[in-house]
């Protein structure tokens, strides 16, 4: 949910409030929101000057360990020193650290947000002249030179990334303000005169800013790099565009009404990650500070001093180069680098640093419904039986904050929603769960028992002056946890303890919404930046950071809130969350927040998601149908067709919209959203296998399609196509009226085939795809095999044993593979007690096989093979014999289509607890 302005008149009453914050015929308004000039650090740091920096590295104090390089960086114009750290880490990553040397009060350096401490690796000294050190560490090499300040990382020979190179360096180092200047005093050329420096107004707010300018800044130069992708999270193209003289890409967590499309706007979530390609190479930088931070991005930009170091120019070509500049308020310069070379590289070197998504109950991945709000208990089970009616499959019921007694949360409507036990058993009756809010405002309410406990312990943020901190947000008066104090974080994990959270059970999931955070009658709608955290900490500090916080509060408490001991025998959480940073997908699924029924908004859908997933948050989905407005059928149906091939599947709309259940349209949208709906459920053994693959390699779930193929150039600036994990591509349908759709065929030795039809495309350019509204281009690679189910369930529990049919799509050289993970759905068996079984599928030489990825990991599976499909199989004799792992064997029913090269064989009856194989003849 989303609010429009702040507001100064408290004595209106919350209803009124919330009633004009929320109609739908207002739309975002960018003069509530802050540009670049009219944000103080971000204007003096975009004014600096190109090729004129100031800083310089004291080669002479160089010293070099077994894996760190430590020296002295001295601001020439005011002598300032700082201490400059570079390490190297295993798997091909640098880090690189810039402090103060000599403080007069500790900055922040974000906790929390890496998974681990990153090992060191070797490095040794390679070379040391008048100008330079040049250290190595495998193939990689970092070069620091002397005056002014900079450092090329190499891979093997070739100059990947160089940083400084523009000059653009900036640390604005703690210092006491100088007194007003006497009439005729000379200007000190090294005071801060910008507006806003020392304190700063924006309409009606002040910022206090008590410790004075501290911004830190620094530029990076992907040397042959064609695009630059990251920085989610906005709702623009995947492929960072030039910022040139508009507004820079913003990262500040915000609560933005119904956000526009095509701009580079702050929105709900901050990941400062951005990764650059071309076909030779990809490297990736993190930036890890969490105050707000601006990026400006540049293509083969006039001031590239770099070119100047390794002769870019010949003749009138430049070679290609993405510059990219972060700017960020307060902390120190914290930075990571992944030296690639492939993007695949670049993914596991990043998720080595922030971790993945863990593997999510089977149940999160199928299909969830929701609006703001569902009017009682007896509401809730109409819905749900109405879906059963329809045969329509669900999984997921959900309900918005006016479940809530009077917006308290951990309580129930003791009216509308008075046994909250019997509505959940009657969901998990028919094996579906139910999902609540927890948002982290608090009502100022003296019989509230949470805002009690917070208040008695200290346990609220702090305004400037040292009080509680009192915002407005959906229960009127607010106030907001201090996430940062360990203990705060502690006693909302415990509110979801089972004997605490009274009508809660282990089928309950939470929803953390409003927590970026969002307070209503704030600068632009959020807190205020002096307030004070936990640690002597300003809000500045940790901003982009609160929404994390308090996801890892809530992690914890569904973790333990049953008490169990074995922590195999816990069930894993579901937590969706509106905001996040860099780690966030530890604990939870995003969406893309409050967009509105139109069709851009489904359009951007698909590049927002790839860019989290690129930026290591995979489970991504966005509000289906729009949250704001009401879709007509056309829309209704392609966005429930686009929704089924993104990670997260939730239909959710505003509180003043008309009711959008499926039923609820004509027969001819009924029946296409539960097509859609069906083809979501055949593929929920891919998509758990392929989030399994995540969590053990980082490799995102949704890809784009350079991902998977990095020479191939067309690819790079397309954004409405996504391939899953590595063999079903997806060109979902996005206009409205058409007759057809262009579809790119990736990979020049590549075949598609198309998954309702079976047609072979093997081509490596644009095909204008025919559609229907029954129609979502939809693609198997050849080479690879996808496991799915097609029995027709309610919900996706009911599937746990049911049979599953192996699509094995063959390639230019006749052969196939591909994996099938299961285990329980729900446990942590499979980490604890290696109670998983990861299966790996070839078939080369008219031999399919069936054998254990993972040898010492077991479960004990019901499910077997009801049908093999192969598609792309040359005519001849298509006989088949099985040769189960307990020896039997016998020869199996198939029947062929030569039309297609289409072999089916019906009824194998494999045991997917055994290893096997299928021998054609």
């Not at 009060?105 to 390679?126: I, M």
């Not at 003749?315 to 695949?344: A, C, Y």
């Not at 059970?505 to 409003?514: P, R, T, V």
């Not at 955070?517 to 809000?539: A, I, Q, R, Y």
Request: hydrophobic residues 35%.
């Amino acid at each position: 949910m989303a609010v429009m302005s702040s507001f100064r008149q408290p004595s209106w009453s919350v209803v009124a409030m919330v009633w004009l914050m929320c109609s739908p015929v207002l739309t975002v308004d960018r003069n509530n929101f802050k540009n670049c000039e009219q944000s103080s650090f971000c204007r003096r740091c975009r004014k600096m000057e190109a090729g004129r920096s100031s800083y310089e590295l004291q080669l002479d104090t160089i010293q070099v360990s077994e894996s760190q390089v430590v020296g002295d960086l001295v601001n020439a114009d005011n002598g300032v020193h700082f201490r400059l750290v570079l390490t190297s880490l295993t798997d091909g990553r640098w880090r690189l650290e810039v402090d103060e040397a000599q403080p007069t009060r500790a900055r922040y350096r974000v906790q929390h947000v890496l998974h681990q401490e990153p090992p060191n690796d070797k490095l040794e000294l390679a070379e040391k002249t008048e100008n330079s050190v040049t250290v190595k560490s495998g193939v990689n090499k970092a070069v620091l030179v002397g005056a002014p300040f900079r450092l090329d990382m190499y891979s093997g020979d070739q100059l990947v990334l160089s940083v400084n190179a523009r000059g653009l360096f900036r640390f604005e180092h703690h210092r006491t303000k100088s007194p007003p200047r006497e009439e005729g005093e000379p200007e000190d050329p090294q005071e801060i005169t910008d507006p806003g420096a020392w304190e700063e107004n924006y309409k009606s707010h002040h910022d206090s800013k008590p410790r004075g300018p501290e911004a830190v800044a620094l530029d990076f130069s992907f040397l042959g790099a064609e695009q630059v992708y990251g920085v989610p999270e906005h709702a623009d193209s995947l492929a960072l565009k030039s910022t040139g003289k508009g507004d820079p890409y913003r990262l500040y967590n915000l609560d933005v009404f119904e956000y526009e499309v095509n701009t580079n706007m702050a929105l709900y979530a901050a990941v400062p990650f951005v990764i650059a390609h071309s076909t030779s190479q990809s490297a990736g930088v993190f930036w890890l500070n969490t105050a707000e931070t601006w990026v400006d991005v540049a293509s083969n930009s006039d001031n590239n001093v770099v070119s100047s170091i390794v002769n870019f120019v010949s003749g009138s070509n430049k070679k290609p180069q993405v510059d990219v500049h972060f700017m960020s308020e307060s902390g120190i310069i914290d930075v990571f680098f992944m030296m690639g070379p492939t993007p695949h590289d670049v993914f596991r070197q990043y998720s080595g640093l922030t971790g993945t998504a863990p593997l999510p109950p089977y149940f999160a991945l199928g299909y969830h419904q929701c609006r703001w709000n569902y009017n009682d208990q007896e509401d809730v089970d109409m819905v749900n039986r109405g879906f059963d009616h329809y045969d329509l499959p669900m999984d997921v019921m959900w309900l918005d904050i006016e479940h809530t007694d009077n917006k308290k949360y951990f309580t129930w409507d003791n009216y509308k929603f008075s046994k909250p036990l019997d509505m959940q058993n009657n969901l998990t009756a028919v094996g579906r769960k139910l999902v609540v809010i927890v948002d982290p405002h608090i009502k100022r309410d003296g019989g509230y028992f949470v805002h009690s406990d917070l208040e008695a312990k200290g346990y609220y943020t702090k305004n400037k002056d040292g009080n509680d901190y009192e915002g407005w947000c959906w229960p009127g008066s607010s106030s907001y946890p201090d996430l940062v104090n360990p203990e705060v974080r502690d006693y909302l994990s415990d509110r979801y303890s089972l004997a605490n959270y009274q009508g809660s059970s282990e089928n309950l999931f939470i929803w953390n919404d409003m927590n970026e955070p969002s307070v209503f009658n704030g600068p632009e709608v959020t807190m205020p930046k002096d307030c004070k955290h936990f640690g002597d900490l300003e809000h500045r500090d940790i901003h982009n950071q609160y929404g994390h916080l308090h996801l890892m509060s809530t992690y914890k408490g569904l973790l333990n809130r049953a008490g169990e001991p074995d922590p195999a025998k816990r069930k894993r959480p579901f937590i969706l969350t509106r905001s996040g940073f860099a780690g966030s997908q530890r604990y939870a699924a995003i969406w893309t927040g409050d967009n509105a029924a139109e069709w851009n908004h489904l359009t951007i859908s698909i590049p927002m998601c790839l860019s989290l997933a690129i930026s290591g948050y995979s489970f991504c989905g966005a509000d289906v149908g729009g949250f704001f407005k009401y879709p007509d059928s056309e829309l209704f149906m392609r966005w429930y067709q686009t929704g089924a091939f993104l990670p997260f599947y939730r239909a959710h709309s505003h509180i003043d919209t008309k009711r959008r259940e499926p039923w609820l349209y004509d027969a001819q949208t009924l029946a296409v959203v539960r097509d859609a709906l069906r083809l979501r459920y055949t593929f929920l053994p891919y998509w758990y296998t392929v989030f399994y693959q995540h969590n053990m390699t980082g490799a995102p779930v949704i890809r784009p399609l350079w991902v998977e193929f990095p020479h191939d150039r067309p690819s790079f600036t397309i954004d409405n196509q996504l391939i899953i994990g590595n063999a079903v591509m997806a060109r979902p349908v996005t206009e409205s009226k058409v007759q057809q759709v262009p579809v790119y065929f990736p990979g020049a030795d590549e075949i598609w085939y198309d998954l309702d039809t079976f047609q072979a495309y093997h081509t490596n350019a644009v095909v204008n795809v025919p559609v229907d509204i029954n129609k979502i281009p939809h693609y198997q690679r050849g080479g690879t095999i996808v496991p799915r189910r097609f029995r027709v369930r309610r919900s996706s529990s009911l599937t746990h044993e049911d049979p599953y049919t192996l699509i094995v799509a063959l390639g230019i050289n006749g052969t196939a593979r591909g994996n099938l993970y299961i285990d329980d759905g729900e446990t942590f068996q499979y980490l604890y007690n290696k109670q998983g079984l990861y299966l790996e599928f070839k078939f080369e030489n008219n031999q399919l096989t069936s054998s254990f990825a993972v040898p010492n990991h077991h479960y004990p599976t019901k499910a077997w093979v009801e049908r093999v499909v192969i598609v792309g199989l040359p005519p001849g004799t298509k006989k088949a014999t099985a040769i189960s792992g307990d020896g039997k064997s016998a020869e199996l029913e198939t029947t062929y289509d030569s039309s297609l090269q289409l072999l089916t064989v019906r009824k194998p009856g494999l045991s997917l607890a055994l290893e096997w194989k299928i021998s054609l003849l």
